[in-house]
Antibody, heavy 118, light 113 residues
């Protein structure tokens, strides 16, 4: 079964940093572009970042540009999100999701919670 | 940025009845080379990640019951559940994947009457 598993979430103080990871299994990770999507408590879905399969195309939401960095290691079947200068409004569940030839986000992880609070 | 606006924000429907959720994009999301609209629908149940239901406006994801259907053109799109089942209680989101940022609608909460 194709699977994504996020890790690295936790409690961090404002201004702090965290690195999220997303481990892929049972599919050819290197063939697909990947995304991070977040959901603040009780709120809707917000796309955060995109990286192409070969890493030559990267996009960010304006809300995280300059603070977050997406990356991937295809040899390790892993996706990452380095989050710096964290703010209270970054508090959310962070999901990784694949974007296959369907165009839409068809495989999602279970999410990892990030709480930014003093 | 393309703004996605769903209506209604919440919907209460009786079991076995039809549920209709609308989604409007602020500009075209037509993928010209595929001649398809880059519009998807997701279902999210409490404590779970979103689940892809429909992509390219009307293509049902594998395993999704055929009571779910998508339609639309231009900037107006619709998700229809033909005969509501108890397990369909969830929040539904539309999303454009035409251009980044890949924006979602605000969500529609579907409940049973």
């Amino acid at each position: 079964e194709m699977q994504l598993v996020e890790s690295g979430g936790g409690l961090v103080q404002p201004g702090g940093s965290l690195r999220l990871s997303c481990a892929a299994s049972e599919f050819t990770f290197s063939s697909y572009s990947m995304n991070w999507v977040r959901q603040a408590p009780g709120k809707g879905l917000e796309w955060v970042s995109y990286i192409s399969s070969s890493t030559n195309t990267i996009h960010y939401a304006d809300s995280v540009k300059g603070r977050f960095t997406i990356s991937r290691d295809n040899a390790k079947n892993s996706l990452y999100l380095q989050m710096n200068s964290l703010r209270a409004e970054d508090t959310a569940v962070y999901y990784c999701a694949t974007r296959t030839e369907k165009g839409a986000f068809d495989i999602w992880g279970q999410g990892t919670m990030v709480t930014v609070s003093s | 940025d393309i703004v996605m606006t769903q209506s209604p924000d919440s919907l209460t429907v009786s079991l076995g009845e039809r549920a209709t959720i609308n989604c409007k994009s602020s500009q075209s999301v037509l993928h010209s080379s595929k001649n398809k609209n880059s519009l998807a629908w997701y279902q999210q149940k409490p404590g779970q990640p979103p689940k892809l239901l429909i992509y390219w406006t009307s293509t049902r994801e594998s395993g999704v019951p055929d009571r779910f259907s998508g339609s639309g053109s231009g900037t107006d799109f619709t998700l229809t559940i033909s005969s509501l089942q108890a397990e369909d209680v969830a929040v539904y989101y539309c999303q454009q994947y035409y251009s980044p940022p890949y924006t979602f609608g605000q969500g529609t909460k579907l409940e049973i009457k």
